[in-house]
């Protein structure tokens, strides 16, 4: 093995020793709860990683071995010097773009299995592979059940994130920095903020389109019955007190599991609607699905289209963009159908979402050992890189790489609320200053830049944005509904008091009312 050597440009030249934890030998851990099978039965040791830099002794760190490899060296005379370099691309989850003949890989975890990183680095002429955690605990690296492509010879040691980051630092002469603000959240914040204000207006709008038909409605004198108290509007759905308690989490996993191009579908074709108003008025009678627009038809194969690429194409780089599109499309329709009828239903609804947010962040944590909420928005333990039900930018000039997320809740949620705002204003007449939307989309746009100061002050540790975004949306519109002297309204009723514009007049006539026949001269 090399030993170590001047420092290179960008890359110092390292020398890695592995070797026991403890003078009097290797910290064992056996674990039933992940049984060995042949290729992966290691026992799980803890393992020295002590660093030199120049020639020079440097840092010294321990992480944990994985069950699959060969077996680590338990005395530290028996360990090899070996130089160590960063993997590209970071995450080791596809060949490494250039052999590394001998050398010990530094990769990310995230995105792919810890076999499969090993697998790649080994064909690359890694002599081992060291992956860094992305929390400060150490993690077990296990094999899954059903693999069977398990002939690994190099050893992988897992070291938590400090630890990691540290090497990476070194290797990188410094420049390894993370920027104090990053672009990806600034453009994730963007995204968020004006997802919730197009799909505010398109809620109002179809709302007023209502009123405006109900109004003519009433004037033509039609006998009709206005159901008010269900919306007034076929296709849109006003969830009551009982539905927000008992339905508040499931309202977003119930309105994702219809097709994945739903979304997109019905956005396109509300927009295009406009121009093509005869296509959208022409309908015609499909089995199982009843009547279908003319404009529908044409536009469902696109959708249809695009949202298979994406779902073929969902492990590339680029995957993103179409997850973004059809993310974005689908919260737009669903405010746009689903509406809180008042203030008291909205609160109940934030308020179940914002403990449910803490627990499976926070609590969890206690129960299952890990944040249940996080592990499920990374994908760990599968191959998929995260949930497709989030938003999400990459890090374009962040060393380590990886995706600024936020998910469906944390847009959606709130954005039912600040769309009820502005459907009031747009009743009671308010302008921008003196109604609610603007106000509560300030609330929403400042509680959601808290979210990520705090995710940068808590070194990267995933928040939950409800936590933030809840206090300011609801305290902003009861604080300034008390303050107008409108909160029982906005709480019980949701709409502005209005005169009834449509009344009977009859005159009363006399119990005892006589004609008298005229005079006749």
Request: include cysteine; charge should be neutral; hydrophobic fraction near 50%.
């Amino acid at each position: 093995m090399a030993a170590a050597a001047a420092a290179a440009v960008f890359a110092l030249l390292m020398a890695l020793a592995l070797a026991g934890a403890a003078a009097g030998g290797d910290i064992v851990h056996h674990d039933d709860e992940a049984p060995k099978i042949p290729g992966c039965s290691n026992d799980f040791i803890l393992v020295k990683v002590q660093s030199w830099v120049n020639g020079k002794e440097d840092d010294e760190y321990v992480g944990v071995g994985a069950r699959f490899g060969p077996k680590i060296v338990s005395k530290e005379k028996h360990a090899n010097r070996t130089r160590l370099t960063l993997a590209v691309p970071i995450d080791c989850c596809t060949s490494p773009k250039e052999k590394v003949s001998g050398d010990i890989l530094l990769v990310q975890r995230g995105k792919c299995k810890f076999t499969k990183k090993a697998k790649f680095a080994e064909a690359a002429g890694a002599s081992g592979i060291i992956i860094i955690n992305h929390v400060h605990e150490l993690y077990k690296m296990v094999c899954e059940k059903n693999e069977t492509d398990l002939d690994i010879n190099i050893p992988a040691v897992l070291l938590p994130r400090d630890a990691g980051f540290a090497l990476h630092t070194v290797l990188t002469s410094g420049n390894s920095d993370r920027p104090v603000v990053d672009t990806a959240e600034v453009f994730l914040w963007l995204m968020a903020v004006g997802t919730v204000l197009c799909a505010s207006y398109w809620s109002a709008w179809s709302a007023r389109e209502a009123l405006c038909e109900q109004e003519k409605l009433l004037k033509d004198g039609r006998e009709v019955l206005l159901n008010v108290e269900n919306g007034g509007s076929s296709g849109m759905i006003d969830i009551n007190v009982v539905s927000a308690i008992i339905g508040c989490v499931m309202l977003l996993n119930n309105a994702l599991q219809d097709d994945v191009f739903l979304g997109l579908q019905t956005c396109l074709v509300a927009l295009l609607s406009r121009w093509f108003r005869a296509a959208s008025e022409s309908y015609f009678k499909v089995p199982f699905f009843g009547a279908v627009s003319y404009l529908t038809l044409a536009v469902s194969p696109f959708c249809t289209v695009f949202a298979v690429l994406w779902a073929v194409h969902r492990h590339f780089t680029y995957a993103w963009i179409g997850q973004d599109i059809l993310g974005i499309a689908l919260i737009i329709t669903v405010i746009q159908i689903v509406r809180v009828p008042n203030l008291k239903v909205g609160s109940v609804l934030l308020s179940c979402a914002f403990f449910y947010d803490i627990f499976w962040v926070f609590v969890s944590k206690r129960w299952f050992h890990e944040s249940v909420m996080i592990v499920v928005a990374r994908g760990d333990k599968t191959d998929e890189d995260g949930v497709p039900m989030l938003l999400k930018i990459p890090r374009m000039f962040d060393p380590w790489g990886g995706y600024s997320i936020i998910g469906f809740g944390d847009i959606l949620l709130p954005g039912l609320l600040v769309a009820f705002a502005l459907r009031y204003d747009w009743a009671a007449k308010k302008s921008l200053q003196t109604g609610y939307f603007l106000w509560s989309m300030v609330a929403y746009g400042s509680g959601l830049l808290i979210t990520y100061v705090a995710l940068n002050l808590m070194d990267g540790h995933g928040q939950p944005a409800l936590l933030y975004i809840v206090p300011f949306t609801l305290g902003a519109l009861i604080a300034l509904g008390w303050k107008r002297g409108e909160l029982w309204n906005l709480w019980s009723k949701g709409e502005p008091e209005r005169e009834c514009t449509h009344h009977m007049h009859m005159q009363p006539q006399p119990k005892n009312y006589v004609t008298s026949p005229p005079l006749v001269q």
